[in-house]
């Protein structure tokens, strides 16, 4: 498993492999925003979690239809399905390559981007964790999505579709998440409920994603 990680790190971070492009939509879907609702520091504060949680969700989506399409294409996934290590486990390595080279550089730049959009000094580090928390179930949860499309061709539309609503309570609790610790108000309920999810995620859709692959490749 480490070494798929590994290989999935290289081919992520490659030329064309997709690794930066998140973070350039991230950043123009921020730039974006004020032209949009004006410049108004108070409004711009106010949405600003949202907004950022919304940038950082669709970014998640651009790399998807990545995780294992090329491997469909090269017939590595065929191998994968055959080799010792359990079929779960390569979904588990690919949801975390794909965190680390997605999920975590978001992560790391929504603070920074959080200045553009008048982002309350006091919100940085609520919303750092609460992408953190968040984030790794956006990524296992885009792994089942890939794993449902992967035999389909140009399937990257109904990839969206497929996840996006499955996209929608991380979304709710994570913006309420940063929004309630800006506020000073109490965060255990959206903390936990967001923690939930991803624990929830990583524990149950490797499997579930799994199954969908053996279905797939038959």
Same mark, same amino acid.
């Given at each position: 498993m480490p070494a798929l990680l590994i290989r999935d790190l290289r081919l992520?971070?490659?030329?064309?492999?997709?690794?930066?492009?998140? #973070? %350039?939509? $991230?950043? @123009?879907?921020?730039? #974006? %925003?004020? $032209?949009? @609702?004006?410049?108004?520091?108070?409004?711009?504060?106010?949405?600003?979690?949202?907004?950022?949680?919304v940038g950082a969700l669709l970014s998640c989506l651009l790399s998807l239809d990545r995780i294992f399409a090329l491997d469909r294409e090269d017939g590595s996934l065929d191998l994968l399905a055959v080799a010792p290590i359990p079929l779960e486990g390569v979904v588990a390595a690919k949801a975390l390559a794909h965190w680390l080279t997605t999920g975590l550089p978001l992560t790391l730049a929504a603070p920074v981007l959080g200045i553009l959009l008048n982002l309350p000094q006091a919100g940085f580090g609520w919303l750092a964790l609460s992408l953190a928390i968040g984030t790794p179930a956006l990524s296992m949860i885009g792994c089942f999505g890939a794993a449902l499309t992967v035999g389909l061709k140009r399937g990257g539309l109904l990839l969206s579709l497929l996840v996006l609503p499955l996209y929608i309570p991380t979304l709710i609790y994570g913006a309420k998440l940063a929004q309630q610790g800006i506020a000073g108000l109490a965060v255990a309920t959206p903390l936990l409920m967001l923690a939930g999810i991803t624990l929830g995620s990583v524990a149950i859709l490797p499997f579930a994603a799994a199954a969908a692959i053996r279905v797939n490749l038959r």
């Open positions: 992520a971070t490659r030329a064309g492999g997709g690794f930066g492009l998140s #973070l %350039v939509f $991230f950043l @123009i879907v921020t730039v #974006l %925003v004020p $032209f949009g @609702i004006g410049p108004e520091g108070g409004v711009l504060a106010r949405v600003a979690p949202g907004i950022l949680w």
